[in-house]
């Protein structure tokens, strides 16, 4: 089979029942186009990969990426648009709620060389969103919406979209500027261009999910906050750090609660309240972190523990740094006000490079 013109890259978890739907209706819509398809699946359990390479031993226009202890839509589309050789890459998600029928249309588009990213979006004359279940997946669909239009260098009528197409050189260049986690993979490839990409918007219909049940949930919409945080800033510090600076804050106010409810009568000194609410505080963050801030690197089972334990390790030593510094400085006449800051800030900064590298190696 000759080199593929059109690689369609699928993100899928928990997808099983759509695949084979999926491909039959790839094939009808682009008869005459030669294509091929990459599914990227994040060990799905329901055997998302194992139905994916049945149906690729009849066809081997049919590709399968099983990706073991990553998770995350937007690094499964880099990994499989990275692993295509065509000449262009579309994106499309894997339950038949984006309309197939459209990716000649892009592709003629994107032929012309008039574009350098066409999208299949909902919010333009003829498309139509009625597939997105209830009032307030809409409801932050469009807040989503605004929100990345104030962050973006081209007007997109759908930048939410998980459906559209580009050459894939392009998508080569820009690929190293990614932030790759989350959902809203075309967000950040618009803000990874340091040109103004020329778009052509096709209209296209969301349809219902065919089967199965989205993966959108409230942590993905903190991604996608910190994605376009990291875009804005993520120059002077990564995207995980304010994540994890967040975190640490939330874990101050659990500690004081738990020396609140331990009724503390030593809430600056050392002793057993101390003990509960510092330890407390900890597994509190740990736990907090593995989910938001690593979630595309999530530990599980017995490497939780031990992430635990080294967490805590690592707290410690930022805590007697923290401590450390803030009393050196307060001996020498600063406020106790930014000394406490200071030292906090290098307990914060300790925390996260030593935790990012000993506990969740990012
Ligand atoms: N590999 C992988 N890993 N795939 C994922 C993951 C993941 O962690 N999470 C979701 N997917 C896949 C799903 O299997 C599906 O094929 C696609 O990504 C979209 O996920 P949905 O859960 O169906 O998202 P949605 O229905 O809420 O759709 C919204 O997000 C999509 C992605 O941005 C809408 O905004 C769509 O327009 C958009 O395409
Ligand atoms: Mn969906």
């Avoid at 991604?223 to 120059?235: I, N």
Wanted: with cysteine; aromatic share 8%; net charge positive.
């Amino acid at each position: 089979m000759s080199s593929p013109v059109l690689s369609v890259i699928v993100p899928c978890y928990n997808e099983r029942p759509n695949v084979a739907p999926m491909v039959a209706a790839l094939d009808a819509a682009l008869a005459g186009i030669a294509w091929e398809v990459i599914y990227v699946d994040d060990n799905s359990p329901d055997g998302t990969a194992q139905e994916v390479r049945r149906l690729a031993h009849q066809d081997s226009r049919i590709r399968c990426i099983r990706r073991i202890g990553r998770r995350g839509l937007a690094s499964a589309v880099i990994e499989g648009a990275l692993s295509s050789s065509a000449d262009y890459v579309a994106v499309i998600d894997g339950d038949m709620q984006h309309d197939e029928t459209r990716l000649p249309a892009m592709l003629a588009a994107l032929r012309t060389g008039q574009y350098d990213l066409a999208v299949a979006s909902r919010h333009v004359a003829g498309g139509d969103n009625a597939g997105l279940s209830g009032r307030w997946r809409h409801a932050l669909s469009d807040g989503g919406i605004r929100l990345a239009q104030t962050f973006l260098p081209v007007r997109l009528s759908d930048p939410m979209s998980g459906f559209f197409m580009l050459p894939r050189p392009l998508f080569e260049d820009l690929a190293r500027n990614l932030n790759g986690q989350g959902f809203k993979i075309l967000v950040d490839l618009v803000l990874s261009s340091r040109r103004a990409l020329r778009v052509k918007e096709i209209p296209a219909r969301f349809r219902e999910r065919a089967a199965g049940e989205s993966k959108m949930d409230v942590l993905v919409m903190i991604q996608f906050a910190g994605l376009l945080l990291d875009k804005v800033f993520g120059g002077m510090l990564p995207l995980r750090f304010f994540s994890f600076a967040l975190v640490g804050a939330l874990g101050v106010l659990v500690h004081l609660s738990v020396l609140g409810l331990l009724h503390s009568t030593t809430p600056l000194g050392f002793g057993r309240d101390q003990t509960v609410a510092t330890i407390v505080a900890m597994a509190f963050n740990f736990q907090l972190n593995n989910a938001v801030t690593y979630r595309d690197q999530q530990l599980k089972g017995p490497r939780l523990w031990r992430g635990l334990l080294l967490f805590m390790a690592v707290c410690g030593f930022g805590a007697i740094a923290n401590i450390g510094i803030a009393r050196v400085l307060y001996e020498q006449k600063t406020a106790w006000s930014i000394a406490g800051g200071i030292g906090a800030v290098i307990g914060v900064v300790w925390n996260y490079a030593v935790s990012a590298t000993l506990v969740w190696r990012a």
